[in-house]
Structure formats: C-alpha cells, structure tokens
C-alpha cells in the first residue's frame, strides 16, 4: 500500500463494489472492451500509476484531475492529452489548465507500457479513465469497473477547454449549471467535488476566497493567508492541499471541511447548502458509493467510437 490511510477502509470499498457494478447509460463502452484484444491492460497500468505514486503520493491527485478536464471538453477524448505545436491549438494552455494541470509525463509512461504489450489497441482516453480509477483506489478510495471503447480525438479546442471547465469562483448555481451541461445532476457535482479529499491549489485558485469571503473559518483563513499573499505576483503558486488533514488519503474529510467552514476554494465552500454535504461528512461508505457512480456517468461523457477518432500511437501527437 502506498497510500498510509486507515485500512478500514477496504472494508468499505467491499461492501459498496456490487452497488457499482450496476452499469449506467453509454451502451457502446463495456469494461470487458479489451479483454481478448489487451488481456494484461489492467495490470500494466495499475503497476506504472503506483510506482507513480509511490515517487510522489500528489500524482493521483494531479492524474484523477486529468480524466476530469478531458471529460469536460467536448468528451473523454484524450483532446487534453494533445501538445500544442506551431499549427495546431491544444487544450494545455488553457486558462484551468496551464501551469496547473501535470502528469503528462505518467500518461506517457503508461502508454508506451501498454504499447509494449498490445501496440496500436488501447486508447489514450481510455488510459486516462483506467488512470483515475487506479489512482483513487491507490490512495485509499472506492473501485469501480471502468467503462472502455472510447477513441482518442483528432482535434482540441481551447475555447472549449476554457469555457467548460468549471472555475473557482463559481457560485452553487454556475457549479450546478457547468456540470448540467454535460449531462450530469447537482448530486454528481457534489460527489465528484470530493475528489478535492486529494490534492493541491495554488495560491491564485483561493486568495479571494482567504482574504474576501465571510463564509470562512476566521483561523482556517489567517493559517492560508501565510504562505498565500494578498497580492498576486510571486506567491501565485505557492500550494495548499485542498484536504487540510489528509490530502493524500481519499476519504471523506473533503465534507467534513466544508461543514466547518474550511473548504479551501470559494467553489468548495459554496456546496455547504446542498444536504449531500452532511450526508457524505457522516457516512463514508455513501460518499464512496455515489463517488464511484458519478465517475462512471462522468467517463460516459461523448466518447468516439467505432469508426470515430483513432487510436493514437502517441498520446501527445494525432497519428
Ligand atoms: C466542481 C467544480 C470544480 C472546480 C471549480 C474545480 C477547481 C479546481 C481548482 C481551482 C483546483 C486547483 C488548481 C490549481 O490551483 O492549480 C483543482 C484541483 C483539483 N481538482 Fe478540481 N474542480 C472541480 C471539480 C473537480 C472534479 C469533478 C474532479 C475529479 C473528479 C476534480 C479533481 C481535482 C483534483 C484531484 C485536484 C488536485 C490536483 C493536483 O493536486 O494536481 N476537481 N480543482
Ligand atoms: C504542422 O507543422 C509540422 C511542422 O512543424 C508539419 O510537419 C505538419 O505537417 C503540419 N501539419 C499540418 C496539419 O499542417
Ligand atoms: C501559460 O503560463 C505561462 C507561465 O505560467 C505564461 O507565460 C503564458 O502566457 C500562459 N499562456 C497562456 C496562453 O495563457
Ligand atoms: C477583494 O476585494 C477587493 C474589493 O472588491 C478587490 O479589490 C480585491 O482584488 C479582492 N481580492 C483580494 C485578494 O483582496
């Protein structure tokens, strides 16, 4: 285990894996896509996400976000995944991406890993969707069995990506509206947000809501307001962990915080009205469970397939 959360957890993951199982809408993906065409998938990524993580415990945070901002961007398409070049725009520069987004090089690593045991078969989109589950799982969190079948994008839009992306300042209504748009409910937005148990924020994603919002712990605001300075420049980028107690361990403090006014983003701290928030602060194994739906209604979002996209050689490149 790479991850040093309670271990009573696992019992929790057990108890809610047969509430996941039931599948959700996208016909066209089927956890067993790969089953004869790439047997030795699974394994091969699991191995590279945990000596990832076992360097740095913040990469499954920083590769749980990737699967979230391709998703969001005209689908699980791998559209992120692609460098800007001189005649071609990605999504990488994109205002919630650039500087913040990383992993890029892990995603690379288990490519050329699967390419090793099965070239030219697996996906670059679905990668990223085995990714965030294995790295939730890693650091402690609930399974899930991963839907596959997507094709990776032949193109990118920053706009997009700049438009689609829900940002920190979001208000409960714009939160709801952004994940609305992409067909998912209030409830996913609020079980999906707890991915923010994990991970890290520059100081430029919280210093309005340190030094402007009321709705925060006064103590909480001055302990972040030390290493994040009220004007922008140098400090832009000096981190916090969005989970103040364990922001390497997926469990459900993320909620807890928000109850106690110690959400980091004004984002977080705007779904304390939504009651899921006390639900999921009480009860682990509900949050576990809802969490785990959602990512799979998440990784359902328009993906390429059949004849639709390709499947890239490098993750980086179209072929
Ligand atoms: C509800 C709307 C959301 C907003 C407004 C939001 C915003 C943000 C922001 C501003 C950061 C910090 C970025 C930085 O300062 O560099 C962040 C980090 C992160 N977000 Fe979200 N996010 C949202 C939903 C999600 C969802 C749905 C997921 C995944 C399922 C997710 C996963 C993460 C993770 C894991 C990190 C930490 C990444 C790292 O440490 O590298 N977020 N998010
Ligand atoms: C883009 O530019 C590269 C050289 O930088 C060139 O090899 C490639 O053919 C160009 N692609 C398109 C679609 O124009
Ligand atoms: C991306 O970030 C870098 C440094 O953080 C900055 O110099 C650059 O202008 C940004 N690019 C865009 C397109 O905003
Ligand atoms: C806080 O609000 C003031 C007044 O609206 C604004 O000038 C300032 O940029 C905001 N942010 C911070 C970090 O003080």
Redesign the pocket.
Known sequence: MVSSCSSSMSFVVVAYLLVVLVGSSNAQLTPNFYSSSCPSLDSTVKSVVHSAISKEA????????L???DC?VNGCDGSLLLDDTPNFTGEKMAR?NN?????FEVIDQIKSAVENVCPGVVSCADILAIT?RD?VVILGGPSWNVKLGRRDARTASQSDANND??????NLGQ?IS??QNQGLSAND?VA???????????????RDHIYNDTNIDASFAQSRRANCPRTSGMGD?N?AP?DLQT?TCFDNDYYKNIINQKG?????QQ?LSNALVQTYGGNLGRFYSD?AT??IK?GDIKPLTGSNGEIRKNCRMIN
């Open positions: 913040r990469m499954g945070a920083s590769l749980l976000r699967f979230f901002h969001f919630p500087g913040s987004v990383r992993g965030a790295s992306i829900p940002r920190p300042t979001f939160l952004s994940f937005m999906l947000s707890g991915a923010h148990t994990i991970g890290q924020a520059r100081c430029t994603s919280f980028n981190l969005l922001p980091l983003l004004h984002s977080d779904l969490f959602s990512m998440m």
